[in-house]
């Protein structure tokens, strides 16, 4: 599904993707995890097309597409999800025309019809519940005055919404209460299929107590350098990424 | 830089004002023609304002007074289609049309109509010689003439425009709206002159679409002066929506008492030049007043919002807005200023203007002023000039929404704050509507009233 080989990416001249590789089938949960400023948002932006970020190396092909040859609204009619760190407010602009528009855009891409008012409430009532968004929430403008954990449950919203092939969501869990996450995490559950993949950017175990990951990775400085089964995470928990790091840094110097 | 010879424009003008004298002087009013007379010798002194003048800065009229026009007295041989008029009617919204063609009003039945009530609305000129007295307590007494050329031009040259009377206590449900349309094969100067008088505890909605026919340019100088007794609610929305050879000077003169409130918006969608003026005289306490402006200009256009929002006594509010999105190599200015007098205590002003320009071309001058001499009061201004938001661009492209959508969807919202000010029922959804199709180039700027084109 997802193919990344040799990814070198930099902002402003200065390189932050460090030639990653990762591979993705569908059906997967891959958690990524690392230290900070070790470049997780960055794969996440640079995978949704955020223009400020430069390629310079590499290659990520997505079902077959060379993925940088696309505009950010073709990856996401393409089935690209990127649930955001830090959701922007955008005030004016309400959640409910917001999601009409991407729905449609994204299924007049797929060649399908735009939905009807009916249909389109209909589903937005079926994913609110899903994700036990307050309806309260809908009405406004698009994260305008949430609460972190509100805007965090906004991305799931959006992703039930659009559903995806590919989510990556960065960090979804920071600013979750504990019943928030549980809910967060079923939703990304329920919605997961044998035909879609999740990567999950997290800094802590206990989500993936919930998303159970197939994959564990780290990134540490640009570049993926440990890959392992959901037990990678414990041991991170347990000792941190010290011992990591030294290894990497020794085999550098080297 | 070209240089222009405004002399002949003004020339034509003055020459206009003593053929005027001649022709119909003896059938005025002699209250009017004194003040013409007297508008006319200020006039004489102060000519057309130039950028040195404070008040006009931003706005370079002189490439609009070196064009040659024909003036208002030839407006009379346009033929008027009827039905190609009356059928402007803004669709969903109970109104009462009115129109004014080249600065005249355009009677359907009646010169000036007179309700049972004591409402009294139509031709500002039959008003002048039906009610001398009451139009003449209130002509040119918020609108000086004596600090301001286009003032006293104005009040020189006008004869006619829209009056309406609405006495103590009386309340019209029903918005006017008020057709002022410029149309002639030739380029044409027009001054037109409205007055507008609430009594105390009346109310009305004025609603003003400024149009043109056809290609020729037009110099349109147009005063309207408000009286809001105490008490008193009125509300007025300009559409302007004139072609891009067109020169729109439009003056608002607003004297309030108090605990009037008034509620004025002017969206600029298209017109060549265009200069709003605001004058707001909060002149009783508890006087309210909101004032704003949108403003979606491109091409080589240019639009200018000016304020003087004065607070003469205490308890008064007044909030101004002032949002727009300006393209291409348009100019933009907006010049504010709120001036609290000594005995203004308790004042509350506030004011904001945004901008946010879409090219590197476009260009935005804003320059807010407070002058406060009271010492107890609440005021803020602020102004900022900016892009569109790239990580909110980013974040709806995220969602499958193209970059073009985007951009529309980010700039909707961005001038929906002005378009909520609007609160005459039924209107504000018609605003939104044109101002959408604006923003998507697909508001025609020919010959037809955009409002019935659905
Ligand atoms: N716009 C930018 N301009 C300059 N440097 C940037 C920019 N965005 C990110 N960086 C730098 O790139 C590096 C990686 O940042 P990134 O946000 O990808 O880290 P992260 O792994 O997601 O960290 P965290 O765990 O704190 O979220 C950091 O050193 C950061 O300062
Ligand atoms: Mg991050």
């Known amino acids: 599904m997802l193919k990344i080989v040799n990814l070198k990416a930099a902002i402003n001249g200065k390189e932050i993707l460090k030639g990653l590789n990762l591979e993705v089938k569908p059906g997967e949960v891959h958690a990524i995890m690392g230290p900070n400023g070790s470049g997780k948002s960055t794969l996440a932006a640079v995978l949704a097309g955020r223009e400020i970020f430069e390629v310079t190396e590499g290659q990520i092909m997505f079902e077959g597409k060379d993925l940088t040859t696309l505009s950010p609204e073709d990856r996401a009619r393409e089935g690209i999800f990127l649930g955001f760190q830090y959701p922007i407010e955008i005030p004016g602009v309400s959640m409910n025309n917001f999601m009409k528009t991407a729905v449609n855009e994204v299924r007049k891409y797929r060649g399908l019809t735009p939905l009807t008012a009916g249909e389109f409430l209909k589903m937005m ?15 406004r403008s698009v994260n305008e005055g949430f609460s972190g954990g509100e805007k965090k449950k906004n991305e799931i919203f959006q992703m039930a919404m659009l559903e995806p092939k590919l989510a990556i969501l960065d960090e979804t869990d920071s600013g979750l209460d504990i019943d928030a996450l549980r809910i967060v995490a079923n939703g990304v559950n329920k919605l997961k299929s044998s035909e879609n993949a999740v990567i999950v950017i997290t800094h802590y175990q206990r989500l993936l107590d919930y998303i159970v990951p197939d994959f564990v990775h780290v990134l540490y400085n640009g570049q993926i350098v440990r890959s392992a089964g959901k037990e990678l995470a414990y041991e991170l928990e347990e000792k941190g990424y010290d011992w990591i790091k030294k290894e990497v840094d020794q085999l550098e110097a080297n | 830089m070209t240089s222009y010879e405004l002399i002949d424009t003004v020339q034509e003008l003055k020459k206009l004002y003593l053929i005027q004298k001649e022709e119909l002087g003896l059938r005025l009013p002699a209250a009017l023609t004194q003040i013409q007379q007297d508008a006319f010798n200020a006039f004489n002194q102060l000519g057309i304002p130039t950028t040195k003048a404070e008040n006009y800065r931003y706005t370079d009229l002189k490439p609009s007074f070196s064009k040659i026009y024909k003036t208002a007295l030839s407006s009379q041989e346009i033929q008027i289609e009827e039905d ?33 009530s004591g409402v009294v609305y139509g031709s500002l000129l039959n008003a002048w010689s039906e009610f001398p007295e009451l139009v003449g307590k209130y002509f040119a007494k918020a609108a000086d003439y004596k600090d301001d050329g286009l003032v006293a031009l104005n009040t020189a040259l006008a004869l006619d425009g829209f009056f309406l009377f609405v006495p103590k206590n009386r309340q019209i449900k029903d918005t006017i709206q008020l057709i002022t349309m410029l149309d002639h094969t030739d380029n044409l100067a027009v001054n037109t002159r409205n007055l507008i008088i609430l009594e105390d505890n009346a109310s009305a909605h004025i609603l003003v679409c400024d149009h043109t026919f056809g290609e020729s340019h037009f110099l349109s100088n147009s005063i309207t002066e408000i009286f809001a007794g105490e008490n008193a609610s009125f509300h007025l929305t300009k559409m302007q929506n004139a072609n891009n050879h067109s020169t729109c000077l439009d003056g608002n003169f607003i004297y309030q008492q108090a605990n009037s409130q008034v509620i004025a918006n002017a969206i600029s969608l298209h017109g060549g030049l265009i200069r709003n003026h605001f004058h707001v005289k909060l002149d009783g306490e508890g006087a309210n007043n909101i004032t704003s402006g949108l403003y979606l200009t491109d091409r080589n256009q240019q639009i200018t919002n000016h304020t003087l929002i004065e607070h003469l006594k205490p308890h008064c509010m007044s909030s101004q807005l002032f949002k727009g999105v300006l393209d291409d190599e348009a100019i933009g200015a907006f010049n504010g200023k709120i001036h609290v007098h000594p005995d203004a205590q308790k004042t509350e002003a506030y004011q904001v203007n945004r901008t946010i320009l879409l090219s590197d071309t476009a260009k935005m001058n804003t320059k807010p002023m407070l002058e406060i001499y009271a010492d107890d009061v609440k005021c803020s201004h602020g102004a900022t000039i900016g892009q569109l938001d790239d990580e909110a661009l980013f974040y709806l492209q995220s969602r499958g929404i ?6 529309l969807m980010l700039m909707y919202a961005f001038m929906d704050e002005v378009v909520s000010t609007i ?32």
């Open chain 1, 125 to 139: 009532r079926e994913k609110k519940e899903l994700v036990e968004i307050d309806s309260k929430l809908t009405n």
């Open chain 2, 423 to 454: 609160q005459i029922p039924g209107l504000k959804e018609r605003v939104e509507e044109l101002v959408s199709k604006r923003l998507r180039g697909e508001l025609s700027r020919c010959n037809h009233c955009d409002f019935k084109c659905h």
């Open chain 2, 402 to 407: 193209s970059k073009k959508e985007a951009r």
């Open chain 2, 84 to 116: 190609a008029l009356f059928n402007c009617d803004v669709p969903n919204l109970d109104t009462q049309v009115e129109f004014i063609l080249n600065g005249r009003y355009v009677a359907r039945q009646l010169d000036l109509t007179v309700l049972p």
